[in-house]
Structures are given as structure tokens and as C-alpha cells.
């Protein structure tokens, strides 16, 4: 024991030297942001290849629709088909922005950012020098608030990143940037799960972890490698088992959308599991996520959503069946459960958040209250054990699985008998959740679960 404290203080301390000596400066020359050559390169052969993605956003280009972010997207045909007039549209709506003060709103910063860097070639001395001074006015202002969340620090980055050599002063900025608001407030705030609540932030994450890998060469990953683990499953079992479908397309969503939001939600879910594919491929999990990605059903082809379809979606990379992937995800750093039965539309879903459970069965949805009686739950990867203690459970549980109380009061201490054991005492993590399993380090006997599990749950006196 004493052994792997060491380990893992020396592991902290050197996660601590490497935060000490990461220098924020940008060597990188244009495109900076998310264009990296390999990316690049693919996206002008997709053009060639006129790859699906590729024309499905064609098609809406030439329907001549309303696109929401239409500088990204004008910006992006300049690096990707050479069109110059694109560019200079992009161009036209950053000297409007710079004009009227647009760029002090982050996702207008964000946009201001992507077209300085990717039409870099296109603008003029002049326009060089106004718009640099614009993007690093507003973010150096954003900079200075004392709270400004982690989608308004991607934006600040980015811009920051894309004026660079530009603007002397960035460097100065950026440094007190991401030492004052990621390193000291954000990271630590993401590391105990207290951030990443919606599909928005974990975008502007997986973003900013794009821009820091090939700027300034670090690995955010790195610095919360746990979260990140555990991101793949979370983006596919936090969404509820039937689709939400509209004539925008089908959806799946999170259980915890407001339905009234559903669209937005439900594309900025899988805009998320494409932008962490595209940084991290090699890790089961990610690959589990890459295949759930390759559902052509549920491609988006929304004007926002076919935009980063084309931009991340690698149609030539490889992945696994999600069909294979586990089944029963408990996120230890916010509290919550999900599971399901299989992968099917019909299949029974159950997730636990926010103190309550919520059921999908048959397509119908159920909120269970603490107060409610619920029967236990049993999943091919686990069971579910849901209400207020004292608890009884006897079934036969997958061997090698868990046992999730959920429910509980967090950070209680609760009687824990299984089967003819001893009785012994654990403590309610996040969320208020007991995790029953094998425990041979704290001395507990072995659970057998080749036969029914017998457990006994309630409150320590």
C-alpha cells in the first residue's frame, strides 16, 4: 500500500512539473486551429473523392440555407476547395464583427478566430493588424473576468492562438490565462466532475484539447486522464435507448435534456463524440465510441450539424461494434449511473442522476422517486438497487459484475451485508451511490455470483 501512495504521489508530482513547464507560446504557422496537415489533407481528398459528408454539405450550400455559424463554414470551403470568394465572405463578416464590437461575445470570438486563421493567406496588411487588434482585445478583456467558464476559455485560447505572431502581447495573455483560469480553477474543477454537465462544455473541451495538442504540444488528457477515460461510454450510455426523431433528422439524446431543447442537445452530443474521436482513436473505448459514430442513421444533416459531420467524421478510420461495448457505466465522478439491457431501440434503459431514477421501457418513460418502491434492476452488465435504506436484494447477478445502490445520502456511512459475510461498513460516494463488488484488498469475502447474491443494505448507526 504504502508502495503505491508513492507511485501515485510521484505521479502527481510530476503532473504538477510538467503543468510548471508547459510554455504557452505559438510556433505553429497558419492553419492553427483543428486543421492540422493530416486532418487537412483528408478533407481536401474528400472533396476530390466526393465523399458523402462532403456532398451532403454541398447540397445544403447550394440550396443556398442559412447557416448558423456561416463564417466557420465559409472559412472552411477557402482551405478546403482553394475558393477565394468563400474567404473573402468569411473575411466581410469578421470586418463587420470588428466594426461593431461583435468579437466581445465568446462564440463570436470563437468564429472571429477560426476565419483569422484559416483566411490568414487571404487578408491584407491592414486587415491583419484591425482584426488581430479586435480578436485580442476582446479576448484579453474576456481574460480578465474572474469567472469565465470553460466554453469562454476555449474562445479566448483560439483567439489568442490564432492572432499569435500578430499581435505582440498574446503570449503574455495567454500564459495568465491558462495558469490562472484552466490549471488553477478549471482543471481541478473537471478533475472532481463539476463541469462538464452539458454537451456544450464537453464540445469546447474536446476543442480546446485539439488547439493545446498542436500548439503548444501537451496532452489536457493528461491532466484529467481519468475523466477522459471514462468520456466514450458516458456520450453513448447517457442517451436514452429510443431516438428522438424530427424532420431535422434523428437524434439521440441525453437523458438529462430539457425536451424543449432536444435538436441542439442531441447534435452537440454527437459533435462531441466526433471531436473525441478525432483526438483519441487507439483506446478501446474510443474505438467503441468511433463505431457509434459510423451509424449513418444518425449522421446529422442540419446546417450545423453537416458542418462537423464533414470536418471531424474520418470515414476511413476503423472502429468496433458498439455492440460490444460494456453495458453498464457508472460515472463516479458525477454521481451517476446508466444501464441497458442491449443496444436495441426496445431494450430497457435506466440512468440514475440528479437523485432520481429514471426508466425506459417499452418506449415509455418513468421517473422513479427515493420515495417510490422500485424492484432491483439486474442488466447484463450489473445490477441497480434504488430507494431508501434498509435495502434487500436477492438475485442472480452476471458474474463479475456490480452491484450499484443508488439513491443513498452522500458521504453516509451504510451497513453492507452479502451473502453470509460479515457485515461491513462503506461510504456513499458521489451522488449518494454504494458500489458493491469483489473487495479482496479490504478484506472482504468474495462474492459468489454464480449463485443468487444476497445483499443487505442499510444506514450505519
Known amino acids: 500500500m504504502k508502495r503505491l501512495l508513492c507511485i501515485a504521489t510521484l505521479g502527481l508530482l510530476f503532473s504538477s512539473l510538467l503543468l510548471a513547464q508547459v510554455d504557452y507560446k505559438v510556433y505553429t504557422p497558419h492553419p492553427r486551429l483543428w486543421l492540422e496537415g493530416r486532418r487537412l489533407n483528408r478533407l481536401r481528398k474528400d472533396v ?237 473505448d474510443y474505438q467503441f465510441l468511433q463505431g457509434w459514430v459510423r451509424h449513418d442513421a444518425y449522421t446529422l444533416y442540419t446546417p450545423l450539424g453537416a458542418v462537423y459531420e464533414f470536418l471531424w467524421v474520418n470515414p476511413y478510420l476503423p472502429g468496433l461494434s458498439y455492440f460490444s461495448a460494456p453495458l453498464v457505466f457508472h460515472d463516479e465522478f458525477e454521481g451517476r449511473v446508466y444501464a441497458r439491457m442491449g443496444w436495441q431501440e426496445e431494450d430497457l434503459w435506466a440512468g440514475y442522476f440528479d437523485g432520481r431514477l429514471l426508466i425506459v421501457a417499452d418506449g415509455e418513460e418513468h421517473v422513479i422517486e427515493p420515495t417510490e418502491k422500485q424492484a432491483p434492476l439486474v442488466f447484463p452488465g450489473g445490477a441497480m438497487l434504488f430507494g431508501k435504506p434498509p435495502l434487500s436484494f436477492d438475485r442472480v447477478v452476471p458474474e463479475g459484475k456490480a452491484i450499484y445502490v443508488v439513491g443513498l445520502e452522500e458521504g453516509r456511512s451504510y451497513e453492507v451485508r452479502v451473502n453470509r459475510s460479515r457485515a461491513r461498513y462503506q461510504q456513499a460516494g458521489k451522488g449518494g451511490i454504494l458500489v458493491i463488488d469483489n473487495r479482496p484488498q479490504e478484506g472482504s469475502t468474495e462474492i459468489d455470483w454464480e449463485s443468487r447474491v444476497r445483499l443487505r443494505v442499510r444506514a450505519a448507526k
Open 48 to 284: 476530390e473523392r466526393q465523399s458523402e459528408r462532403w456532398r451532403n454539405l454541398q447540397r445544403l450550400v447550394q440550396a443556398d440555407v442559412v447557416f448558423p455559424e456561416e463564417p466557420l463554414l465559409q472559412a472552411l470551403l477557402f482551405q478546403v476547395t482553394g475558393d477565394e470568394k468563400s474567404g473573402r465572405k468569411a473575411i466581410v463578416w469578421a470586418v463587420g464583427e470588428e466594426d461593431s464590437g461583435g468579437f466581445e461575445k465568446p462564440d463570436h470570438l470563437r468564429l472571429g478566430a477560426v476565419v483569422f486563421d484559416w483566411c490568414h493567406e487571404l487578408l491584407s496588411d491592414e486587415q491583419k493588424g484591425s482584426l488581430a487588434q479586435a480578436l485580442f482585445t476582446a479576448a484579453e478583456g474576456l481574460s480578465r473576468e474572474n469567472e469565465i467558464g470553460l466554453k469562454r476559455v476555449r474562445s479566448v485560447v483560439m483567439a489568442l492562438v490564432a492572432v499569435g505572431e500578430d499581435h505582440v502581447g498574446y503570449e503574455r495573455v495567454l500564459q495568465t490565462l491558462m495558469k490562472d483560469h484552466w490549471e488553477a480553477r478549471l482543471l481541478p474543477l473537471i478533475k472532481k466532475g463539476e463541469l462538464l454537465q452539458t454537451s456544450a462544455e464537453l464540445v469546447a473541451l474536446a476543442e480546446l484539447s485539439h488547439v493545446a495538442r498542436h500548439n503548444f504540444e501537451i496532452e489536457i488528457w493528461g491532466q484529467a486522464s481519468d475523466i477522459f477515460r471514462a468520456l466514450p461510454l458516458r456520450l453513448m450510455l447517457r442517451v436514452l435507448p429510443r431516438p428522438h426523431r424530427t424532420e431535422e433528422g434523428i437524434f439521440r439524446l441525453p437523458a438529462e435534456t430539457d425536451r424543449s431543447a432536444a435538436v441542439i442537445e442531441g447534435t452537440l452530443n454527437r459533435v462531441a463524440a466526433m471531436v473525441f474521436v478525432a483526438y483519441e482513436n487507439t483506446l478501446s
